[in-house]
């Protein structure tokens, strides 16, 4: 596609529920990484790919955070038993190769707002 | 371990010229910069590699000091256009990147 694209792009949902947050890259880029931005903060870093494999995912705050990627596309990231504290907007950034070559393309995001 | 960006915020009249720092404490492979609008995604300006590089996009340029692990955005006669908050990366691999905390700047009439 022409852009890296984010969905849903707001979610609601209550304390305890499952959400999953889908991200589809730029094509052809092989690196996806993950981060959040909390309310007027910077970017924290979740997980990264290369490929559909994750060299890094030294981000995950917990055991409730999971993501997945399949046939080097799309990723989908995985809240379980949501908190309060998982607030925050999901950034979504595909890179051609390496990001530290060749710099991110970001989607707009999943508000994510836990009840 | 995360780049310190200074100043945390800037207010400038349209014209005046701003410079925002990134420092690291580790070498330094890569730094690129970023600038996002409220409520938006972070946009893309420029990356720059070790070699200790400089480069130049219209009004906006970036130096790199490789030694200095430290990185610098130049932003030159500013217009209204570049109020957002600025975010440095920085890479001490090929691996993730490493953000600021984000230099808020406003331009005024």
């Known amino acids: 596609g022409a852009g890296v694209s984010q969905s849903p792009s707001n979610k609601v949902t209550e304390k305890g529920k499952d959400v999953e947050l889908r991200c589809d890259p730029i094509?052809?880029?092989?690196?996806l990484y993950w981060y959040r931005q909390s309310l007027g903060q910077g970017l924290e870093f979740l997980i990264y790919?290369?490929?559909?494999?994750?060299?890094?995912k030294s981000g995950l705050p917990s055991d409730r955070f999971s993501a997945e990627r399949t046939g080097g596309s799309v990723s989908t990231l995985t809240i379980q038993r949501t908190q309060q504290e998982d607030s925050a907007v999901y950034l979504c950034a595909s890179s051609l190769a390496e990001g530290a070559r060749y710099g991110y393309t970001f989607g707009s995001g999943t508000r994510l707002t836990v009840v | 371990q995360q780049p310190v960006q200074s100043p945390q915020a800037v207010i400038l009249r349209e014209g005046e010229d701003a410079v925002i720092n990134c420092s690291s404490s580790?070498?330094?492979?890569?730094v690129h910069w970023y600038r996002q609008k409220h409520g938006e995604a972070p946009v893309f300006l420029m990356i720059l590699l070790k070699g200790g590089e400089q480069k130049g996009h219209d009004k906006i340029s970036a130096s790199f000091n490789e030694k200095k692990q430290q990185s610098s955005l130049y932003l030159t006669a500013s217009q209204l256009s570049y109020s957002g908050t600025y975010f440095c990366g920085t890479n001490t691999n090929a691996g993730k990147s490493t953000f600021g905390d984000g230099t808020t700047l406003t331009v005024k009439p």
């Open positions: 580790k070498a330094l492979y890569s």
């Open positions: 094509s052809g880029h092989t690196a």
């Open positions: 790919f290369q490929g559909n494999s994750a060299p890094d």
